[in-house]
């Protein structure tokens, strides 16, 4: 019999298609968004054709490297030598190769991302370090199982094999995904911030497209509504101010984390969106509003900040963390996905976002 978590259970209350298939590819791009792809990129209309030539010059790299299986990935003190770096590098590897395939058809392109998820499945076995380890599995987790998504139909991607890399990601991530969100290392709801949440989030709803698990989908969905934690979309938006920002969680912290937020929340909503969840609009837009306070702040403009408090550690000895003005340090940097975000928000939905379509060009 199936755990199910409470914030969970509030999704399958609350979605109408939770007994519907799922749309593939249906993670990051839908066949309607690669077809897209597909004919500006034959057209040479721009800027298309100048990403195309980016992700051509990176997987023309990528084809003469190996794998980079690790039975055991370290991460954090105690696992020993930290190699979680593969992981990350082999994830997107495998999407952009995915992706040249998918825009192209050079069928050598998805057999090197098969390759690369066959030698994972075939050697990474076991996790080592200390609560890092979570981290990387809701990171990577993500990011592999959208990769591939986008492979899920290639036909010289053996069932078999397919079928063993989705069980290496129910078996090797979905068990710290669901810990994490679950139990946050026995400490109270408040403790981990927002992106350790997210990303966690991002990787049960993505293998849970990829391997047609709706109750792994749904758990990612229902936090988003209801869970205990930062994750929550009232919790890492927590504060709209009169002017409509809406104050990020980790605002108080430093930009370089706050920075992440949007990246690990736009995937969220974009996965839920190509399976038909609209959380990119849910309670008047809140996550446009925080995307544009985020935004606006690291455009070098100034915004509202309310004290923000946090209660962190385990129960019985838990502390506050007060966070009273903005945290400057690394204001400016620049983090990829807004486009994304204000495809959404613009193009689908003509909303006005301002400050996203400005730190997005």
């Known amino acids: 019999f199936k755990r199910m978590f409470a914030w969970a259970a509030f999704a399958f209350i609350s979605l109408h298609s939770v007994n519907a298939e799922f749309v593939h590819p249906g993670a990051l791009s839908t066949q309607k968004d690669l077809d897209r792809i597909a004919s500006k990129v034959a057209a040479g209309e721009s800027p298309w054709i100048e990403s195309w030539d980016i992700l051509v010059n990176n997987t023309n790299r990528f084809m003469q490297k190996d794998p980079e299986p690790q039975e055991q990935i370290n991460a954090g003190r105690g696992g020993g030598s930290e190699n979680y770096m593969r992981l990350a590098r082999a994830s997107a590897k495998a999407y952009q190769l995915a992706l040249r395939y998918q825009i192209s058809g050079e069928s050598e392109y998805a057999d090197k991302a098969v390759e690369i998820f066959n030698a994972w499945t075939a050697t990474h076995h076991a996790w080592g370090g200390d609560t890092n380890i979570r981290l990387r599995a ?14 899920r139909d290639y036909p010289a991607w053996h069932s078999e094999d397919l079928k063993a890399f989705q069980n290496y990601l129910l078996t090797q991530f979905v068990p710290h995904n669901q810990d ?20 966690n989030m991002a990787s049960l709803m993505a293998i849970g497209v990829f391997c047609d698990r709706r109750d792994l989908f749904d758990e990612g969905i229902g936090y988003f509504y209801n869970g205990p934690g930062n994750g929550n979309i009232r919790k890492a938006v927590n504060f709209i101010h009169p002017n409509g920002l809406g104050q990020w969680q980790e605002s108080g912290r430093d930009q370089g984390h706050t920075l992440l937020g949007p990246q690990l929340l736009g995937v969220i909503c974009e996965i839920a969106w190509n399976q038909g969840v609209d959380l990119y609009g849910y309670d008047h837009n809140r996550f446009l509003a925080g995307v544009e306070y985020i935004s606006k702040y690291n455009l070098g403009h100034e915004v509202p900040f309310v004290v923000y408090v946090r209660e962190w550690k385990h129960p019985g000895r838990s502390a506050l963390d007060i966070n009273d003005v903005i945290d400057p340090r690394g204001r400016g940097a620049l983090r990829s996905g807004w486009d994304m975000i204000y495809n959404h928000y613009v193009n689908r939905r003509g909303i006005a976002a301002p400050y996203t379509k400005a730190y997005a060009e």
């Open 180 to 199: 994490f969100l679950e139990n946050r290392h026995g400490t109270v709801p408040d403790h981990y911030w927002a992106n350790w949440v997210h990303a």
């Open 138 to 151: 809701g990171l990577y987790g993500y990011q592999f199982a959208c990769a591939a998504e986008l492979l």
